[in-house]
């Protein structure tokens, strides 16, 4: 079996047949993702001009596209790229790729710090989120920090095709005390790994086998490690007053509230996601 010709319209059926163990609808989903990443065209455009030409060399892409898309490899990585909060970013598989979950995330920062002067990102993986956010808040400094050098390499890169200025600098929370930190942050905001060893049973194999295990899982018997430095973390270089904003893992919005009760002078606000999921704290540091 072969594509016959250059039309788009031979690309699709072609695409479609050769993915047809795949659930229908998760394949139509795939050649649309595809289509919009390496051709530019919309949905609207797979319909009206069905008949485009399109290039041997972009034939050839969906051909190695089909090839990993039979291996499991999620589509984000096959396409090199995906879109988050109106930004199209650049995805490999040194970095997760980012969660409808944490735009609500960024949408919460957005519309709640306009008038702040200092944001740092912790674990920023690709820079969704600083970059998310510096698109909104122009005049917000903002910073963000990881502890992988692939992952810092994909930020920057997002970054400058973005035309955003973000700083990006190697760092480890768990082992924060031994870095010298810029002063003035007045909102700190992370999306740590969080997920516990134990939940693997439950995932999708195409996470299990191409995600970055470091950006997602947690010991069973320490799942809150992660909350536990970026508290301390927080108590000694946020800004007062200063937010903190995290993105939690359902099962333990009581749990990290908790980890806030012997912090002096703060309040702690949590907040469901769009599935009715407990998702998000914010945790304002009074003067």
């Known amino acids: 079996m072969k ?4 039309k788009l319209s031979s690309l ?3 695409f479609f047949e050769s993915l047809e163990s795949i659930n229908r609808e998760e394949v139509k989903r795939y050649f649309s993702f595809l289509c919009n990443a390496w051709l530019g065209l919309s949905k609207t455009d797979l319909i009206i001009n069905p008949d485009r030409e399109i290039s041997e060399s ?9 090839k990993d898309l039979k291996k499991n490899r999620p589509i984000q990585y096959v396409a090199g790229k995906t879109w988050f909060y109106g930004l199209e970013l650049k995805v490999d598989e040194g970095v997760l790729i980012p969660r409808p979950e944490t735009e609500e995330l960024v949408d ?5 710090c306009r008038e ?6 912790i674990g ?6 600083p970059l998310s956010v510096k698109s909104k808040l122009e005049n917000l400094e903002v910073f963000g920090y990881d502890f992988s050098k692939q992952a810092l390499e994909t930020a920057e890169a997002n970054a400058n095709s973005l035309g955003l200025v973000v700083n990006f600098e190697e760092f480890d929370i768990l082992n924060w005390k031994s870095y010298v930190s810029p002063d003035g942050f007045d909102v700190i905001v992370s999306n740590p ?3 516990p060893e134990s939940d693997k049973a439950l995932m999708h194999e195409n996470v299990l086998e191409y995600e970055p295990e470091m950006a997602l899982f947690v010991p069973n018997e320490n799942p809150l ?3 536990k430095s970026i508290v301390d973390y927080a108590v000694f270089n946020l800004a007062r007053p200063g937010k903190l904003f995290l993105e939690i893992h359902e099962s333990f919005g009581g749990e990290v509230i908790q980890l806030f009760n012997d912090v002096k002078n703060c309040s702690v606000e949590l907040r469901k996601d769009l599935q009715g999921k407990d998702r998000m704290i914010k945790v304002l540091f009074h003067r």
């Open 58 to 66: 972009e034939i050839l892409k969906f051909l190695y596209g089909i």
């Open 3 to 6: 594509v016959p010709n250059n």
């Open 108 to 112: 919460w920062i957005v519309r709640d």
């Open 116 to 121: 702040s002067k200092k944001l740092l990102d």
């Open 193 to 195: 790994p969080y997920i």
């Open 225 to 227: 490690v992660f909350y």
């Open 124 to 129: 920023t993986g690709s820079g969704c989120i």
């Open 12 to 14: 699709k059926s072609y």
